[in-house]
């Protein structure tokens, strides 16, 4: 057995740069290679090419770059994990052998099955499964059906001897963690030690998004875009990590990019929930040891749910999105004054055609700041209309398409940008989780074709959770938590009287994510002096009242006291979020950029104490 483990995450989705596995496996600086394809929208979209096709519904790109890499792979003893497999694993893994035949080269593979459920979704719609947040009814026609496995089955394959682990759908830091189990041996009952992992897997899953990809103060490695390093996660046998990339590559690994990471799409810091632990990250400290090095500690473990989410894809009409260039004086009036004649004109086409009222529409002015609601403050002359419409009915959006473009000709002046054509009509899919019990999903672990013995972990909660709890309920069934400290004191009064305004930005840096229809900003203080100011003046109730043209439900607010800052989850948030929602932002990407423009009261003294004048220009 090792005493260190060092493994590379060369994708952070489907559509990644193939750059990242070719720059790990060449850099001489790892022992395992990662893939992380999947994403919900992903899986639908991989059962809908399955259906069409019996040997697709894997990610197609994935066999090409392993056959590339594998003289350098099996050279070099690397072992890869991923879950490009898909909702068709045993179809990826012959591509894979049929490309590795004709290199002459052969790997030992091991596949993971029984993530997919989909040809049990009439009996779980006859079971009376209901969403888990909305309690709405089980699909009628699923897309797609699939759980969230753990990490122990990945294990299990390394141990039977795989060079290649496909998976299904797996919790994505399952990746990381399924190697660490098969090389430290670690038991289902180490739970600091599978939270450790799970925060190693956590942290590189995505990519490049470790490496100063995506942060907040961009300026600071915008010079090095073109040449970014793929995160490397390099584990000991006790849990603890540190976060690397390849020597001679661009980006940094600072706390501050590692830091954004772990925030990102986290609800409650102090029950992060996965198959195999339920996860407090809420006293995790980093540290600087090097250049490009961040060792990160503090992660803590608790039993892990009995059940598994399940997430679950289907149809609900169909949708189109157009866009229009706009310019001139008045140029948001105008683009509003053409979004109502062009809904007007086809509704009433429409109904001289017998069709109904499109379900929903929704409008941005982009250049506006449409974004910032209330918040907005730009004036323009140029803006790009955005009009998307969802229907029950195909032919409905079929006369809208038509009847967008010739907006051109008939309305504003000024209007361009229709060179790409009429609005595309597509499916609209929406997401459906809900829990089913671990003892109801049969896994299969399989090496060369082999069926291997596996017994998958027991968790110790005695008791069953319902379908109906969200995060918090099934963190509190598992284990109990201990609560939030107090923090550092409030500023002295004094300190406080003169005040001046400045951005959030000047305090703090952040990211945000997406859950379905819940998004996340992580809001990290740049200095632990900050935190009680943040903590008296950016609240729910504010955060909710800032982004009141987009929240639709709850706002909470997470203590996060190991990275000096906080976690706002907002609930029903992004319009349906993923596929279903309408809007240009519907995984709430840009959501933490919004707020770094809330405005804070500062002291006075602290412009120049603390140098925030230079991060107080809009």
């Known amino acids: 057995m090792k005493d260190l483990v060092r493994l590379g995450c060369g994708a952070g989705f489907w559509g990644d740069s193939p750059e990242g596995p070719r720059q790990l496996v060449r850099s001489g600086q790892i022992d395992y290679l990662v893939l992380d394809y999947l994403a919900e929208i992903t899986m639908s979209l991989l059962a809908r090419a399955r259906a069409k096709d019996a040997n697709l519904g894997y990610a197609t790109d994935f066999p090409e770059v392993l056959a590339e890499l594998a003289p350098e792979i099996k050279k070099r003893g690397i072992k890869v994990v991923t879950n490009a497999g898909g909702v068709n694993p045993r179809a990826c893994k012959a591509a894979i052998e049929e490309r590795l035949k004709a290199r002459g080269i052969s790997l030992k593979i091991g596949v993971v099955l029984g993530d997919d459920l989909l040809e049990r979704a009439a009996t779980l719609r006859q079971q009376g499964v209901r969403e888990m947040y909305e309690g709405s009814e089980f699909p009628a026609r699923p897309w797609s059906v699939n759980a969230y496995l753990g990490a122990f089955p990945i294990a299990a394959a390394l141990s039977a001897g795989a060079d290649l682990v496909l998976t299904g759908r797996c919790v994505d830091s399952a990746l990381v963690l399924g190697p660490l189990i098969h090389e430290f041996g670690w038991r289902a009952d180490e739970y600091d030690q599978l939270a450790a992992g799970s925060l190693a897997g956590h942290i590189i ?180 209309l955005k009009l998307a419409v969802q229907h029950a009915d195909r032919r409905a959006l079929e006369i809208f398409s038509r009847e967008f473009i010739p907006a051109a000709t008939s309305m504003a002046q000024g209007i361009t940008g229709f060179a790409g054509g009429r609005p595309e009509v597509k499916p609209l899919v929406r997401l459906f989780s809900f829990l089913i019990p671990k003892d109801a999903v049969p896994i299969r672990v399989e090496v060369e074709g082999e069926t291997i013995a596996f017994t998958p972990s027991r968790p110790c909660a005695s008791e069953p959770l319902e379908n109906t709890a969200g995060p918090s309920e099934l963190a509190a069934a598992a284990a109990p938590l201990a609560s939030d400290p107090a923090g550092p004191p409030r500023p002295p009064a004094d300190e406080r009287q003169e005040a001046v305004a400045v951005p959030l930005l000047a305090l703090a840096y952040g990211r945000s994510g997406d859950k379905g229809d819940c998004a996340n900003i992580g809001v990290l203080a740049r200095k632990p002096e900050f935190v009680p100011l943040l903590r008296e003046q950016l609240t729910a109730e504010a955060v909710a009242r800032y982004f009141a043209h987009f929240v639709r439900g709850e706002v909470r607010r997470y203590e996060w006291p190991g990275l000096h800052g906080f976690n706002f989850l907002m609930t029903r948030a992004l319009g349906g979020g993923g596929m279903a929602s309408l809007r240009y932002d519907p995984q709430g990407k840009m959501l933490a950029q919004i707020l770094m423009d809330f405005p804070l009261r500062v002291p006075r003294e602290w412009l120049a104490r603390h140098g925030l004048g230079a991060r107080t220009a809009p």
């Open 205 to 384: 899953e995505c990519g490049t998004q470790a490496t100063g990809g995506i942060v907040t103060d961009w300026q600071e490695v915008a010079q090095d875009w073109d040449r970014m390093g793929f995160p490397i996660a390099e584990v000991a046998r006790d849990g603890g990590i540190v976060i690397t990339k390849p020597a001679d590559t661009g980006g940094r690994v600072t706390p501050q990019s590692v830091a954004e990471q772990i925030v990102y799409e986290v609800g409650d810091p102090g029950a992060y929930l996965l198959p195999d632990v339920i996860c407090d990250f809420r006293q995790v400290r980093l540290a600087q040891v090097g250049a490009d090095r961040v060792e990160v500690r503090g992660a803590r473990g608790y039993a892990p749910p009995q059940s598994y989410k399940v997430s679950a894809t289907d149809q609900d009409g169909f949708r189109a999105t157009g866009t229009l260039m706009l310019g001139g004086p008045q140029a948001r009036e105008k683009a509003l004054a053409v979004v109502e004649a062009i809904l007007k004109r086809t509704r009433r086409l429409c109904a001289e055609r017998g069709l109904a009222d499109a379900l929903r529409s929704d409008v941005e002015v982009l250049g506006t700041e449409a974004n910032w609601g209330a918040n907005a403050r730009a004036a323009t002359r140029e803006v790009i």
